[in-house]
């Protein structure tokens, strides 16, 4: 079983709905939690951080399960720019410091 | 000016090369890492450093080794390069607390 994993997708969604899907992760002792956003043939780029108590930030809403060991993340009003790959990232400590582990991401497609 | 950069932005070789991928950072961070990216598997963590002369290995060391000279460059080596090393490599940075990571732009390699 893959420590992080995600759906992925294709998430196909008409411009204007809202989307969400989750990510679980397998190490109980995961500390923190990321969303990351990732366009085609570019570079990761952090989205935002996951807090125990869910938040927000815009149109996107992220929550956090610690008992069922997954978070999610929700996007109101798609915009056709929000097509993206959108990869769960779970931090834990390690013997060396805080280890992240990438899930392999989930795709959407906004469409108008 | 980009905080994160690499050399070259695209490279084939054959197989038995030598090669070097650069990696470049401005933004005074202690910490580097280099993944490498295949469709479905997530970002995969290779070495990492923590300070100039510092590394460790990730979970797919095997068939890479990497320099830290200077706390602004981390260099991956392919000592001889092997098809299945066709991937995207990605290059990040992060403080101290190694939770946000900042990513370049990418190095994707052809190993024919």
């Known amino acids: 079983r893959k420590e992080v994993e995600q759906d992925p997708g294709p998430f196909n969604v008409p411009e204007g709905a809202t989307v969400a899907f989750n990510c679980t992760y397998s190490?109980?002792?995961?500390?923190?939690f990321f969303w990351y956003r990732q366009d085609c043939r570019k570079e990761p780029k952090l989205l935002m951080s996951v807090y125990s108590s869910g938040n927000e930030d815009g149109r996107f809403t992220a929550q956090l399960n610690r008992a069922s060991q997954y978070i999610s993340l929700l996007i109101r009003d798609s915009k056709l720019s929000d097509s993206a790959t959108y990869l769960c990232?779970?931090?834990?400590?390690?013997?060396?410091?805080?280890?992240?582990?990438f899930g392999g991401g989930t795709r959407v497609l906004v469409k108008p | 000016d980009a905080d994160v950069t690499q050399t070259p932005r695209n490279r084939i070789t054959k197989t038995g090369k030598r090669i070097m991928l650069e990696c470049s950072q401005t933004?005074?961070?202690?910490?580097m890492y280099w993944y490498r990216q295949d469709p479905g598997l997530g970002l995969r963590l290779i070495y990492y450093?923590?300070?100039?002369?510092?590394?460790n290995k990730g979970e797919i060391s095997d068939g890479y080794s990497v320099s830290r000279q200077a706390q602004a460059k981390f260099s991956l080596s392919l000592e001889s390069a092997i098809p299945n090393q066709t991937a995207l490599y990605f290059c990040?940075?992060?403080?101290?607390?190694?939770?946000?990571?900042?990513f370049g732009p990418g190095t994707r390699l052809l190993v024919l």
């Open positions: 450093s923590f300070d100039v002369k510092d590394i």
């Open positions: 933004k005074g961070h202690d910490r």
């Open positions: 190490n109980s002792a995961s500390q923190s």
């Open positions: 990232v779970v931090s834990a400590l390690g013997a060396a410091g805080n280890k992240l582990t």
């Open positions: 990040a940075t992060s403080d101290f607390l190694g939770e946000t990571q900042y």
